[in-house]
């Protein structure tokens, strides 16, 4: 029976790199052949299921900071549906394994849980402060870039956890991409939850960006939870509650 998967994280939080083991593991998560590397633009996604995301949130090409609304039905969403089926039916019919990454799947989980009852999630999550590092590196962007990374940060991985409490616990695993990067025992657990081993594509020296928070940062959590009601730090807490349960 060919098992489905989907990766559930924020942007710049690991997701290329699990799509790119799993890929190169025998799970097919891009259409054919992609030999080029992620520097190079490769971000092992599936074009079909991420068109089908972008229409469903009705976002075309929009910077991903700015697509942060979830997916709500609408009068089409029985078409939806069937379109969904029908496109697994295709991927699905030359047999084997296979799944699909895209950061938006966090705001349109439901849709596709529905569609596919048997998907299983591969949820994964990087610190605040290290995403937020990412997007605010160039100095010539707005300081109200940061703000947008840490809500973007929210709303993805608020997404990402209610997806991860409403898949039944052998559907499901939790990794945190900082962990992964260094610790053998997580890849192990990656790999007893897909059933294979996987290749080991890790590359340490990626996680650049810091974990600390400064000033700035402390201030734009401290807006975000006055003004938006988003608690960056209670959503750390929370993941890294459910991270401990499933570690066990």
């Known amino acids: 029976m060919t098992t489905v998967y989907t990766i559930l994280g924020m942007h710049k939080?690991?997701?290329?790199?699990?799509?790119?083991?799993?890929?190169?593991?025998?799970?097919?998560?891009?259409?054919?052949?992609?030999s080029r590397s992620y520097d190079q633009g490769n971000h092992f996604e599936r074009l079909s299921t991420?068109?089908?995301?972008?229409?469903?949130l009705g976002c075309g090409e929009a910077n991903s900071l700015r697509v942060i609304t979830p997916y709500a039905a609408g009068?089409?969403?029985?078409?939806?549906?069937?379109?969904?089926?029908?496109?697994?039916?295709?991927?699905?019919?030359?047999?084997g394994d296979w799944g699909f990454k895209d950061p938006r799947s966090c705001l349109t989980h439901a849709f596709w849980a529905e569609a596919l009852p048997d998907l299983r999630v591969i949820c994964v999550y990087r610190s605040a402060a290290s995403v937020r590092r990412h997007y605010t590196a160039r100095k010539h962007l707005s300081v109200s870039r940061g703000a947008r990374a840490l809500?973007?940060?929210?709303?993805?991985?608020?997404?990402?956890?209610?997806?991860?409490?409403?898949?039944?616990?052998?559907?499901?695993?939790?990794?945190?991409?900082e962990t992964l990067l260094t610790d053998d025992a997580e890849l192990r657990r990656l790999q007893a939850f897909v059933g294979r081993?996987?290749?080991?594509?890790?590359?340490?020296?990626?996680n650049r960006r810091s974990s600390a928070?400064?000033?700035?940062?402390?201030?734009?959590?401290?807006?975000?939870?006055?003004?938006?009601g988003l608690d960056i730090t209670a959503l750390?807490?929370?993941l890294a509650a459910a991270l401990a349960a499933e570690r066990g």
């Open 13 to 34: 939080s690991g997701t290329t790199l699990l799509s790119q083991m799993l890929d190169a593991s025998g799970i097919g998560m891009i259409e054919g052949v992609d």
């Open 50 to 56: 991420n068109g089908l995301n972008k229409r469903l």
């Open 75 to 95: 009068p089409d969403h029985a078409d939806r549906i069937a379109e969904a089926r029908a496109l697994a039916s295709e991927i699905a019919a030359p047999g």
């Open 151 to 177: 809500r973007a940060w929210y709303l993805y991985n608020h997404g990402m956890l209610a997806a991860y409490d409403s898949t039944a616990p052998a559907r499901r695993i939790l990794l945190n991409y």
């Open 197 to 206: 081993p996987l290749q080991d594509s890790r590359r340490p020296a990626l």
């Open 213 to 228: 928070i400064g000033l700035r940062e402390r201030i734009e959590r401290a807006a975000l939870r006055g003004f938006a």
């Open 236 to 238: 750390e807490s929370r």
